[in-house]
């Protein structure tokens, strides 16, 4: 063939047919294997991307929800905290007062009972001294009696010596 | 009148050299839109992507003129079709 | 230097001192339709691009398969493209773009890898007329076939009578000139650069080392990107163009 640049010809209907051909092969190759597959991954991409940074989103919420929650329940907390001590605390007090109230009046009771017991102890005492008097009067009587004294005188003597020991004695 | 072989060449190579001041034309042309575009690049220099853009697309339009009539002239001096 | 310089370097095959080629050769013909046809060297440029956009293809549907969840590497480089070509057509078609979406794409990629096939040694495929004409073809039908699925035929016909009725052939010029402006500016910017490297190497021979990696990145680079950023822009502004009025 003559070396060619631009003839209106059958070639160039020739040529131009042939590069339609091509053309539409490249549109077939290029659509399924470049543009199509390449599309699709970046879309797949950015949805996962997206998805990603939503569900970031919705965890930071979620935290920032739980951590409010806590944060409440926290000082809600320390506020029963408060409450329970303060309550302890008041009856701790109430319970001290009681105790010492109780103390105190168990402490009066022993103090009486004491000195009841004191008391009877020294009537015991004094009853106990009276008959042993008693008891050595008539054995002074009797010997007084022994030495020949009348019963009348020696009646007289133990009343006397009774009022004695009773008045003086007992009583200062 | 029959004219040779040799004077159609010449002809055709003077024809060549006539057709190529259709770049005269063009050359203006192009001239104009760069000088709009540096304004206004200079009135805005944010757009200057766009505008060099757009100006390069119109420049191209703009340079076919001047591109038929180099191809003519390469017509003549190469595929000769008057001979 | 017979008869000047340059057109002794268009008898290429003819003078052998000259290497100044930048013209389609034949490589083997065969009958159709009682026609001799060629399949020329820009069949083998353009199967040369096709195996190179199919393979990029392949090795980034490899590499989506077995990709992970942190993109690395050549899988960064395919995303960046794909996306920064989705990008381009959204802004040019708004809502109209998942439709044309892979065709534009594809097209972005041929054009360009073709335009900028030059740098590997090849002849761009789109510095011949076939085939930047298949592909404005291609985008003629696009426009006329969604003028008349969503703009109907009252809509065609109101369109091409636009201000008055003997306005309809010029219209319709207008609307021919279209495919005919779209292919002959792909192809004469390629060709122009093509033609002019060809020069450059073939005229000054030992002299042209190393620093026509300038003219290469002005010709080859910029101008191949410019163009095919012009040609899908005015592909999917005509196309929309087309559905946009509808409403």
């Known amino acids: ?21 091509a053309i539409f092969v490249l549109l077939l190759v290029a659509s399924n ?3 199509n597959p390449v599309r699709k991954m970046l879309k797949d991409r950015s949805d996962r991307i997206a ?11 979620d935290a920032k929800a739980l951590k409010l929650e806590y944060e409440d329940r926290l000082k809600s907390i320390d506020k029963e905290a408060e409450q329970i001590l303060s309550e302890a605390r008041a009856k701790a007090l109430k319970n001290e007062e009681s105790i010492l109230a109780k103390a105190r009046e168990d402490a009066q009771a022993i103090i009486e009972r004491a000195n009841k017991e004191a008391e009877l102890e020294k009537q015991r005492v004094a009853d106990e001294v009276k008959t042993e008097m008693v008891n050595l009067a008539s054995v002074l009587a009797g010997k007084v009696v022994k030495a020949n004294v009348d019963t009348s005188v020696q009646d007289s003597l133990i009343d006397e010596t009774l009022k004695e020991i009773g008045e003086s004695t007992w009583l200062s | 009148m029959e004219f040779n072989e040799n004077f159609i060449l010449g002809c055709s190579a003077i024809g060549a050299g006539l057709a190529v001041i259709a770049g005269i034309g063009p050359g203006i042309g192009q001239g104009i839109a760069a000088g709009h575009a540096a304004a206004a690049v200079g009135r805005n220099p944010g757009a200057k992507g766009d ?28 595929v000769k079709p008057l001979v | 230097m017979g008869h000047g310089i340059l057109l002794s370097a268009a008898e ?7 290497d100044i080629d930048f013209m389609i050769h034949g490589v083997f013909s065969y009958e159709i339709f009682g026609q001799t046809v060629w399949i020329t060297t820009t069949h083998v440029c353009l199967l040369i691009v096709m195996l190179i956009i199919i393979g990029f293809c392949l090795a980034a549907n490899r590499a989506v398969k077995k990709a992970g969840t942190v993109p690395t590497g050549f899988l960064n480089v395919v995303e960046l493209i794909v996306e920064m070509l989705d990008g381009m057509i959204k802004s040019a078609m708004g809502s109209n773009a998942t439709k044309f979406a892979n065709y534009i794409g594809t097209l972005f990629l041929f054009i360009f890898i073709s335009n900028i096939s030059g740098l590997i040694g090849l002849r761009p495929p789109t ?4 085939v930047t004409l298949a592909l404005a073809l291609i985008t003629f039908c696009m426009i006329h076939f969604n003028k008349f699925k969503y703009q109907h035929v009252s809509g065609v016909i109101k369109g091409l009578c636009d201000p008055w009725v003997f306005w309809a052939p010029i219209n319709i010029i207008g609307d021919i000139a279209v495919p005919v402006s779209l292919s002959l500016r792909l192809f004469a910017n390629i060709l122009s650069g093509t033609a002019i490297m060809a020069l450059v190497y073939g005229l000054l021979g030992w002299i042209a080392t190393a620093w026509p990696a300038a003219l290469h990145i002005y010709f080859d680079l910029f101008s191949g990107a410019i163009q095919t950023y012009v040609f899908c822009m005015l592909t999917m502004t005509y196309v929309n163009d087309a559905i946009g009025s509808e409403s």
Do not use: C, W
């Not at chain 1, 040529?15 to 339609?20: F, T």
């Not at chain 1, 998805?51 to 919420?61: F, L, Q, V």
């Open chain 3, 127 to 130: 510095a011949d007329y076939g």
């Open chain 2, 51 to 78: 505008v060099t853009s757009t100006m390069l697309l119109g420049q191209a339009v703009a340079e076919t003129t001047g591109l038929y009539g180099l191809f003519i002239a390469l017509m003549l001096l190469f």
């Open chain 1, 51 to 61: 998805k990603n940074i939503e569900d970031a989103e919705k965890d930071k919420e």
């Open chain 1, 1 to 21: 063939m003559e070396p060619r640049l631009f003839d209106l010809d059958f070639q160039l209907l020739h040529d131009a047919v042939l590069m339609m051909i």
């Open chain 3, 12 to 18: 290429a095959e003819a003078s052998a001192g000259s």
């Open chain 1, 33 to 35: 294997k470049l543009f």
